[in-house]
């Protein structure tokens, strides 16, 4: 199976919970003010959020007004037209300027961030990229040891201090060991205990401090790893790492099984963060740069 295909699956059950619901609502209706506020409790439901439901179902309103969308059976085109303009354009994860290109990773336990690192060590690889782990998580026992695994897998190197130790350290240890090996990607786990949030935001900021002081403009991509099964909370996660250092991305991860795939227009319209990464499936293969016209495709098909 193809990653589209993989992708249309991933999404059938927020499919189902979307457009099967706003197909019910048009079926032989016309569009005016109590099919439009249906519309609009559909699409918070699906978790496109207060702003984009309402964005979207305004948009709707005035093009019927106008007269340009008579006919109930063109909504469906209306809103898959819309949702792909709200997404914008892709942005590909990709390494560029001086080496190492360092990847912070972020997220609370339980996202799948380990597992996105390892997906992603894996994925440079193939590309020609030499690859090196920083087990910054080390207030978890089996972070390490989960990483290791991962390097073993995508083979890629390892920089590990004792369970327990400063964090920073060996964020810094593994960039200034990157630079001596003339690694081509450093891609860095931390901890993701979000019930100590100030603790561990402080912690994030100090390590995002100490990528800079081993090089000059690292971290070159903060990412935020995030469970697609959460819903408005993976935007409220968005929010607190977003204000604390700064991301330039997500990965959204466990699209498949989920029906709030929806999260996607939320986080562009509220924080305007764009989705880099999306995970449809435990295969190393089923990590997967954003691209939203194939995203609204498979929403939609």
Known sequence: MGFFDRLKQGLSKTKQNFIGKVETIFSGKAVDAETLEELEETLILSDVG?????????????????????????????????MTRMLGTSHPLVVFGEKPFVILTVGVNGAGKTTTIGKLAARFRDQGHSVLLAAGDTFRAAAIEQLEIWSDRAGAQVVKHQSGSDPSAVVFDAVEAARARAVD?????????LHTKSSLMEELKKINR??????????????????????QNALKQAEI????????????TKLDGTAKGGIVFAIKKELNIPVKLIGVGEGVDDLQDFVPEEFVRALFE
Do not use: Q, W, Y
């Not at 100490?210 to 819903?231: I, S």
């Not at 790492?241 to 959204?252: Q, W, Y």
């Open 241 to 252: 790492f977003n204000e604390a250092i700064g991301l330039t991305g997500i990965a959204l």
């Open 185 to 193: 990607v450093v891609i860095i786990d931390t901890a993701g205990r």
């Open 50 to 82: 207060g702003r984009s439901a309402a964005e979207i179902v305004n948009l709707l309103k005035d093009k019927v007004d106008r007269g340009e969308l008579k006919d109930s059976s063109l909504v469906r085109d209306f809103l898959k037209k819309e």
């Open 210 to 231: 100490v990528c800079g002081k081993a090089m000059p403009g690292a971290p070159h991509e903060v990412l935020l790893v995030v469970d697609a099964t959460n819903g």
